[in-house]
């Protein structure tokens, strides 16, 4: 009896580690996981047509861009996902100059619009373009009898005290895309000088980029600054009609979302895939039906109509100096919180 139930044990013990072994022989060659900065319903629809198309195990965490940074300089090399996807450049940018970035060359770059949809060293890549501007809870501003911004200065007027919105620079892209859009219109000094003015008019400074677009037609934020394909988003997929929005007469700055591999990833070939799969139409042609209304950046990508029926290929954008906000935008990050005050309206949660 002891023989038999000694045998039964060897043989348990060999099929669990037969089945360990196949699991992992699996991971290795059949999965991903996705830190995705983009909306959760694009990322969801990406995720899940690569995995469609490819049968690789797809798996994804929506953080903003300033989370993913975060995470993965604590990671230290051993990243716990293999691919980033959707978000603005700037971080990106510093993630890169940290070493933090897989370095590669996919033949759908060739697709691009323009050099400038990717960063000189092959460490990320563009999929869509999108335009900052302002917009404002149109029933709340005739309510206080008030008239909508058209220009940056316009938002240091004293009547729009605790009416306005944008995204904290520690959490979010688009906060790190405002403050260097306004060193670059402004110049260094002259633009520290006017957020310590706005900060008197700031309601709260968002954790996400998208946060002013989802408070701004609730009234619980009276003006916003972001982008505007947000607010296309909530005027044609969430039916709201009380939401006005404009470029800054004086001149603005785009977004370029992005993709890219860190380096260390677990499931390499999986996410070259990946990033070829997002440089093609199978890929960014899902944004617009998925509630994200950027412009597209390569050249096999078809119209975004909703943009285009809202005005937005209308704007025109500053030369946006990338190598700039690449080099000197952590410094320009620390100036900006020395400047505010530094109190529970801005929001990491």
Not at 97 to 118: D, I, M, R, T, Y
Not at 275 to 288: G, M, R, Y
């Amino acid at each position: 009896m002891k023989k038999i139930l000694g045998l039964l044990c060897i043989s348990a013990m060999a099929f669990s580690l037969m089945s360990c072994g196949d699991k992992k022989n699996a991971k290795n060659a059949g999965e991903l996981v996705v830190y995705g900065s983009c909306e959760e319903e694009y990322l969801a629809a990406a995720c899940a047509k690569f995995e469609s198309l490819t049968g690789v195990r797809t798996t994804f965490q929506r953080l903003s861009t300033g989370e993913v940074l975060t995470k993965i300089e604590e990671e230290k090399g051993n990243p716990s996902a293999d691919v980033w996807f959707g978000g603005t450049t700037d971080p990106y940018n510093e993630a890169a100059a940290k070493g933090l970035l897989l370095p590669v060359e996919p033949k759908n770059a060739s697709h691009l619009v323009g050099k400038q949809f990717k960063d000189a060293n092959n460490n990320w890549f563009g999929i869509y373009r999108g335009i900052l501007g302002f917009f404002w809870n149109t029933e709340e501003l005739q309510r206080l009898k008030l008239e909508p911004p058209k220009d940056w200065d316009d938002l240091l007027k004293p009547e729009y005290k605790g009416l306005v919105s944008f995204a904290n620079p520690n959490t979010a892209g688009t906060g790190k895309l405002i403050v260097n859009t306004m060193v670059q219109l402004k110049g260094e000094k002259a633009a520290m000088d006017y957020f310590a003015k706005l900060d008197k008019n700031i309601c709260q400074y968002t954790k996400s980029g998208s946060g002013p677009s989802k408070l701004v037609p609730t009234g619980e934020i009276v003006i916003g600054i972001g982008f505007l394909h947000d607010v296309v988003y909530q005027i044609v997929n969430n039916g709201y009609t009380n939401i006005g929005m404009t470029s800054p007469s004086s001149g603005t700055s785009y977004e370029i979302g992005a993709t890219a591999i860190f380096k260390g990833a677990k499931n390499l070939d999986n996410a070259k895939k990946f990033i070829e799969f997002a440089l093609s139409p199978d890929c960014v042609n899902l944004a617009q039906d998925n509630g994200s209304y950027q412009f597209l950046v390569i050249d096999n990508a078809k119209p975004v109509e909703v943009a285009i029926k809202n005005g937005l290929d209308k704007i025109e954008t500053m030369v946006y100096n990338f190598d700039d906000a690449k080099t000197n935008g952590p410094k320009y990050y620390a100036e900006f919180f020395e400047v505010i005050s530094k109190d529970d309206r801005v929001k990491t949660k």
